[in-house]
C-alpha cells in the first residue's frame, strides 16, 4: 500500500490488559510518530522515531508506554495495565526524515478500555 | 506552555463561498507550520504547508497566511465544496531539530448546499 497502514483498526480490551498497536509506514520513511487523540482534541504528541531510535518520547504519559522499532520500519506501541483514561485514537505518522516536513498520518486505531 | 490554539470551534459556509479558518500559535521560535483535514473516522490528510520565513504560500483552492508578528495563521479554501466539510487543525514545529508537531483543537468547517 502507497500509505500508512495501521492494525488493529478497532481494539477492545479491559482495564488491566495488555495491549499492543502496530504502525507500518510509508516505504523509504526513516521517521516515524505516534499521537493520541481524545474525542474533540488534536493529536497530541506521544513519541518518534528517527530509524530505529526514539528520538523523542517526552509526550508518553508514564512508564505503562512503551513504543519501539527494531527494524527502522514498522512499529508498535504498548500499553501495559491499561486503565479507562487511555481510551483514545493512535495515530501514527511517516516522513521521509524528522526534518522533512510532511507529515502522513494513518487512519489510527481506535482502543477502547472498558 | 506551548500551545496552539483556533479562534472559532465551528465554521458554517454556503456552498461556492469562500471559507477562512484561522490560527493562534504561542511559541515564537515555530519554523513551520501545517493544516491537515479529518474527516470523521480518519487520519488527518495534510492540506498545506509553510516555513516561517514565508507569509503567504498556495495550492489548489488553498492558501495559508503566516503572520509572525501577531503569531497568527489561516488557511483560505476558495469556492468552497460540499467535500470540504470536515475537521480543520493547524499544527506547528517548535524547531528544525525536531520532528514533534503540536495541535490545535481544531475548527469544524460545515458547508452548506
Known amino acids: 500500500g502507497a500509505g500508512v497502514s495501521q492494525t488493529p483498526s478497532n481494539k477492545v480490551t479491559e482495564k488491566g490488559k495488555y495491549v499492543e498497536l502496530r504502525c507500518d509506514p510509508i516505504?523509504?520513511?526513516?521517521?516515524l510518530y505516534w499521537y493520541r487523540q481524545s474525542l474533540g482534541q488534536g493529536p497530541e504528541f506521544l513519541i518518534y522515531f528517527q530509524g530505529t531510535g526514539a528520538a523523542d518520547d517526552s509526550g508518553l504519559p508514564n512508564d505503562r508506554f512503551f513504543a519501539v522499532r527494531p527494524e527502522g520500519s514498522v512499529s508498535t506501541l504498548k500499553i501495559q495495565r491499561t486503565e479507562r483514561g487511555d481510551s483514545a485514537v493512535y495515530l501514527c505518522?511517516?516522513?521521509?526524515?524528522?526534518?522533512?516536513?510532511?507529515?502522513?498520518f494513518g487512519p489510527g486505531t481506535r482502543l477502547t478500555v472498558l | 506552555g506551548e500551545s496552539v490554539g483556533l479562534h472559532l470551534p465551528t465554521l458554517s459556509v454556503q456552498e461556492g463561498d469562500n471559507s477562512i479558518i484561522n490560527c493562534a500559535y504561542s511559541n515564537s521560535a515555530s519554523d513551520y507550520f501545517i493544516w491537515y483535514k479529518q474527516e470523521s473516522g480518519k487520519g488527518p490528510q495534510f492540506i498545506i504547508d509553510i516555513r516561517s520565513n514565508m507569509d503567504k504560500r498556495q495550492g489548489q483552492r488553498v492558501t495559508v497566511l503566516l503572520n509572525k508578528t501577531v503569531k497568527h495563521l489561516s488557511l483560505q479554501i476558495a469556492a468552497t465544496q460540499p467535500g470540504d466539510s470536515a475537521v480543520y487543525f493547524c499544527a506547528e514545529r517548535g524547531s528544525s531539530n525536531t520532528g514533534k508537531l503540536i495541535f490545535g483543537q481544531g475548527t469544524t468547517l460545515q458547508v452548506k448546499p
Open positions: 505518522a511517516s516522513s521521509l526524515t524528522y526534518n522533512t516536513d510532511t507529515q502522513y
Open positions: 516505504s523509504g520513511h526513516t521517521a
